[in-house]
């Protein structure tokens, strides 16, 4: 073979290969444990929040007591269907005043909310069953429990 044929070769299998790989995704916006740290619970406001780590991604269903940032990282092959490999939810709850009251950490680990960090107020530890409502429902719904 010549060499352009063996560099020809070479070219295409290292295009096959590449092919192959996973590409990964980013989706949604998640404020560092830097950025974090400088909230204080008690002190701050929907205001000094929103300047200091951004806007939220979306606020509490049913009333307005709780931020919440949302960050998903996604596998894709090339034909396969995009498989999510991590979420990760930072939930800021406010109080009637609007102050902050708790803020908390949250990551999806086989279909379980797990808490990764959590700096609470003694009194108060609302906006938690919104979390846990909207990640217990993953991987827990089967055709039995529909048929009853």
Same mark, same amino acid.
């Given at each position: =073979? /010549?060499?352009? =044929?063996?560099?020809?070769?070479? +070219?295409?299998? &290292?295009?096959?290969? &590449?092919?192959?790989?996973?590409?990964?995704?980013? @989706? $949604?916006? =998640?404020?560092?444990?830097?950025?974090?740290?400088?909230?204080?619970?008690?002190?701050?406001? #929907?205001?000094?929040?929103?300047?200091?780590?951004?806007?939220?991604?979306?606020? $509490?269903?049913?009333?307005?007591?709780?931020?919440?940032?949302?960050?998903?990282? *996604?596998? @894709? *092959?090339?034909?396969?269907?995009?498989?999510?490999?991590?979420?990760?939810? !930072? &939930?800021?709850?406010?109080?009637?005043?609007?102050?902050?009251?708790?803020?908390? #950490?949250? $990551?999806?680990?086989?279909?379980? +909310?797990?808490? !990764? /960090?959590?700096?609470?107020? &003694?009194?108060?530890?609302?906006?938690?069953?919104?979390?846990?409502? !909207?990640?217990?429902? *993953? $991987?827990?719904?089967?055709?039995?429990?529909?048929?009853?």
């Amino acid at each position: =073979m /010549s060499r352009v =044929m063996r560099f020809g070769l070479a +070219v295409m299998l &290292a295009g096959l290969i &590449a092919a192959c790989s996973a590409t990964y995704r980013n @989706h $949604g916006y =998640m404020p560092t444990d830097t950025d974090v740290e400088v909230l204080q619970i008690g002190v701050d406001t #929907r205001e000094t929040v929103a300047q200091a780590i951004g806007q939220p991604g979306t606020a $509490g269903l049913l009333t307005s007591s709780g931020w919440y940032y949302v960050q998903s990282r *996604f596998k @894709h *092959f090339t034909y396969n269907a995009p498989e999510e490999i991590d979420r990760q939810v !930072l &939930a800021v709850s406010f109080s009637d005043a609007g102050t902050v009251t708790n803020i908390e #950490r949250f $990551g999806l680990e086989d279909g379980r +909310v797990v808490v !990764l /960090s959590r700096r609470v107020t &003694a009194t108060n530890i609302k906006g938690v069953s919104f979390l846990r409502q !909207l990640f217990g429902s *993953f $991987g827990r719904i089967t055709l039995e429990d529909s048929l009853k």
